[in-house]
């Protein structure tokens, strides 16, 4: 058996039927040239001979008696692959949008814990006669990082894929579940071995407690000049900060690395800011379309690796921060430098915290206390008083930098799926693909019916900021010389016309571009590609394209 950490196993005791914790992806994946097989069959194969490769597949949870302390993970020796393996067909016509809605619906509903705590979705019937493939696992089992690690186990980098050794053969167990008192002892040992270690830590969680209480004056007079706006404890209230239900509603959309690369190196600053700048800047607009935009600049929470070098176990060693994303500033560029400003500041605190952050505490009582605590809240209302800590959630995940096959079929596309909770309904996370970003937009229904606007404006403030490098001076050590050559821009996309009410004064903008990619996920209507795609032109007007107002848009088909 293998104790599951404090911080696994709050992803389970906060783990509600309004929300489910576990994180995914969708991938669209091209089939072999002239294939006529059953692609089902054969990824159910390929998945059985591949499971052994990661203990996410093959463990499953053993309850402690009483729930007096954390679950266990435990061996499962009767793995059904009918079950975590399945199969989809859309309705015609097969659309994204489509697609997009049922990977919603099959986010919305909880793992069973009686078996291991993962499942796979092969759908067909998408009009490009591509395949998909969903997959969903609980987070207390895998962080961003551990998630592209198991992606290492289930892709390949040719067609063929690669052989892989039969697991070897072990003596089943003769119980289905341990015994009483053996999962006492377990439980009992564990927590006297946390409490140890946190007693051993007290020293070195005391001196950084008392270094933050003593900032460097040095680093505060370098970044004097530069500070954001100092935020309140609490961010703004905003409509996306509400009691959520189990109902979600996902957008992909697809965005150049390259591009994403050069605005970040034209400015001087990191590519998370550039991502978080693009949310932000759709997020402005998006609140401002119903008047909702606070005076006071919206806040994100942002994950936080702590996971060393090479380590690849398959848990969460991840913290967060909060960084103000500086939406009471107009200007796209200034907003761009002070979320730069406010994430190095944030940095700078928890890298001086890093050291002593435990993934493991002690936790005696936890699985009944925290998951009453965890309902209590999230069904009495009580989020919708309290501020909240963050408006929205925002993770950027190194992915591939190369193409990658399943079953000997391409992934063209990997978009994350991740998790919308309590007081932040609203999940903005990106993973680096084969010289993509694809965002996956993951909110509930409720809270935000209209996520494929968000997803529109973020292509749209992404243009904003390209154009604006052609009319800014580049950062000091951005190689000004280079600066007017940006990576040729991919064929762009359109997202789906919407009907816009005709009012005197208001225009229908023209509809935002985006790098198109092979997979539809994150296009909403076709447009041919240019003969030949030109560097990025003069900076577009201040405010991007906008999409007609939610009050007034039905889903896109």
């Known amino acids: 058996m293998k104790h599951l950490s404090g911080l696994d196993a709050t992803f389970l005791h906060l783990e509600t039927p309004e929300m489910p914790m576990h994180v995914g992806s969708l991938n669209v994946l091209d089939l072999p040239k002239g294939y006529k097989g059953d692609f089902y069959e054969d990824a159910k194969q390929f998945m059985a001979s591949r499971i052994h490769l990661a203990d996410v597949f093959t463990r499953k949870l053993a309850l402690m008696p009483f729930d007096m302390t954390n679950p266990v993970w435990v061996a499962d020796d009767d793995i059904d692959l009918d079950y975590h393996v399945r199969h989809i067909t859309l309705p015609r016509p097969g659309t994204n949008r489509q697609l997009q809605q049922y990977v919603a619906r099959l986010h919305s509903t909880l793992l069973d814990r009686s078996r291991p705590m993962w ?15 969903y997959t969903k696992v609980h987070h207390a089992g895998i962080d961003g990082q551990a998630g592209v690690a198991l992606g290492k186990a289930i892709f390949d980098l040719e067609p063929a894929g690669r052989v892989v050794k039969p697991p070897r053969a072990r003596p089943r167990s003769s119980g289905y579940q341990l015994g009483m008192a053996e999962l006492a002892t377990a439980a009992l040992r564990n927590t006297a ?109 942002v994950p936080v690796s702590l996971r060393e070098a090479g380590d ?55 699985p009944w206390l925290v998951s009453g605590i965890a309902s209590m809240v999230g069904r009495s209302g009580l989020v919708n008083l309290l501020p909240p800590a963050a408006n929205v959630a925002i993770s950027n995940v190194a992915g591939a930098p190369f193409p990658m096959y399943f079953a000997g079929a391409l992934v063209t596309s990997y978009y994350p799926v991740s998790i919308a909770s309590h007081g932040t309904a609203l999940n903005v996370t990106v993973q680096s693909y084969n010289g993509r970003m694809d965002y996956g937009l993951i909110a509930c229904r409720r809270a935000v019916p209209d996520i494929t606007e968000i997803g529109d404006y973020m292509l749209a403030e992404h243009q904003l900021l390209l154009g604006l490098t052609q ?6 050590g951005a190689a000004p010389a280079k600066a007017a050559a940006a990576p040729e821009p991919a064929p762009a996309v359109k997202a789906a016309p919407r009907p816009v009410a005709k009012k005197a004064a208001v225009k229908k903008p023209p509809a935002a571009k985006a790098p198109a990619a092979k997979a539809p996920v994150a296009k909403t209507a076709a447009r041919k590609a240019p003969a030949k795609a030109a560097a990025p032109k003069a900076a577009p007007r201040s405010k991007p394209a906008a999409p007609a107002k939610r009050a007034r848009v039905a889903a896109a088909a």
Do not use: C, W
């Not at 499942?119 to 493939?133: N, T, W």
């Not at 370098?222 to 935020?231: E, L, Q």
């Not at 940095?347 to 002690?362: E, Y």
């Open 471 to 476: 009319t800014h001076p580049a950062a000091a």
């Open 193 to 301: 071995q946390q409490y140890v270690k946190l007693f051993k830590m007290a020293p070195a969680i005391a001196r950084a407690l008392g270094g933050l209480a003593k900032p460097d004056e040095k680093a505060a007079e370098k970044d004097a000049a530069t500070a954001p706006k100092k935020f309140n404890l609490f961010a703004p209230r905003t409509s996306l900060n509400v009691s959520i239900t189990n109902q979600r509603t996902f957008a992909g959309r697809t965005i150049s690395l390259a591009e994403t690369k050069h605005i970040a190196k034209h400015f001087g600053v990191s590519l998370n800011d550039v991502v978080m700048a693009t949310v932000a800047g759709a997020l402005r607009h998006y609140l401002a379309d119903n008047n909702e935009l606070p005076a006071k600049p919206l806040v994100a929470g």
């Open 312 to 366: 690849d176990t398959a848990n969460n060693q991840a913290s967060m921060i909060l960084v103000s994303l500086a939406t009471d500033i107009t200007d796209p560029v200034q907003r761009l430098k002070a979320i730069n400003a406010s994430s190095n500041s944030s940095k700078s605190t928890m890298n001086r915290f890093k050291a002593v952050i435990l993934d493991d505490f002690p936790t005696f009582a936890a």
């Open 119 to 133: 499942e796979f979705f092969i759908i067909d019937g998408l009009k490009s006669g591509q395949v998909a493939l």
